[in-house]
């Protein structure tokens, strides 16, 4: 299947100037997320993760039905204040000032193998924050993936040292 024909092009959405990516149609279309979900997890079967983490919300979307697919538990990263458990966190920069995303301390075992999930690469400062903070708390991310990657914005930069994979390209 082409996943990209079922992704939406909005012009000028949130504001002008931006070609937003929208996978509601995708996700939406039962037959068309079950195989992009069985897809992904075939490829990640040879990985022998433990674990599938992501970051919210969107990376929920896609990494839950995966680590179910694949018989593995998913890890949720979150913004501040949102796990009851003792947590790692880490601050990253963004364009215009700074984040933090946090990860229940106790999440992983020392080397347990994790693949880190999310809908969208694009400048790769969130996903690449994401693996260090895996690696913080005592996992090994074995592969990152993305439904899409915005290759245009070199993303895949910020991830050198990492198996990195996506469905979909676009060049904005």
Same mark, same amino acid.
């Given at each position: +299947?082409?996943?990209?024909?079922?992704?939406?092009?909005?012009?000028?959405?949130?504001?002008? $100037?931006?070609?937003?990516?929208?996978? %509601? /149609?995708?996700?939406?279309?039962?037959?068309?997320?079950?195989?992009?979900?069985? %897809? +992904?997890?075939?490829?990640?079967?040879?990985?022998?993760?433990? *674990?599938?983490?992501?970051?919210?919300?969107? #990376?929920?979307?896609?990494?839950?039905?995966?680590? *179910?697919?694949?018989?593995? #538990?998913?890890?949720?990263?979150?913004? /501040?204040?949102?796990?009851?458990?003792?947590?790692?966190?880490?601050?990253?920069?963004?364009? *215009?000032?700074?984040?933090?995303?946090?990860?229940?301390?106790?999440?992983?075992?020392?080397?347990?193998?994790?693949?880190?999930?999310?809908?969208?690469?694009? %400048? $790769?400062?969130?996903?690449?924050?994401?693996?260090?903070?895996?690696?913080?708390?005592?996992?090994?991310?074995?592969?990152?993936?993305?439904?899409?990657?915005? %290759?245009?914005?070199? $993303?895949?930069?910020?991830?050198?040292? *990492?198996?990195?994979?996506?469905?979909?390209?676009?060049?904005?």
């Amino acid at each position: +299947m082409d996943f990209k024909e079922k992704i939406a092009i909005i012009e000028d959405f949130p504001k002008k $100037g931006i070609s937003f990516k929208d996978i %509601t /149609p995708l996700i939406g279309d039962g037959a068309a997320f079950k195989e992009l979900i069985d %897809t +992904m997890a075939e490829k990640l079967r040879a990985e022998g993760v433990d *674990y599938i983490a992501g970051p919210e919300a969107r #990376g929920f979307i896609f990494g839950v039905p995966l680590a *179910y697919a694949l018989g593995v #538990g998913f890890i949720p990263i979150r913004k /501040p204040g949102k796990l009851p458990q003792e947590t790692v966190s880490i601050t990253y920069d963004l364009e *215009y000032g700074s984040d933090t995303l946090e990860i229940h301390k106790n999440a992983f075992r020392k080397g347990d193998r994790v693949a880190l999930v999310d809908d969208l690469l694009a %400048t $790769g400062g969130t996903i690449s924050a994401c693996a260090k903070l895996i690696e913080m708390a005592g996992g090994e991310v074995v592969s990152v993936d993305f439904m899409i990657e915005l %290759t245009e914005l070199h $993303g895949r930069d910020k991830l050198d040292g *990492y198996n990195v994979n996506s469905m979909v390209q676009y060049d904005i």
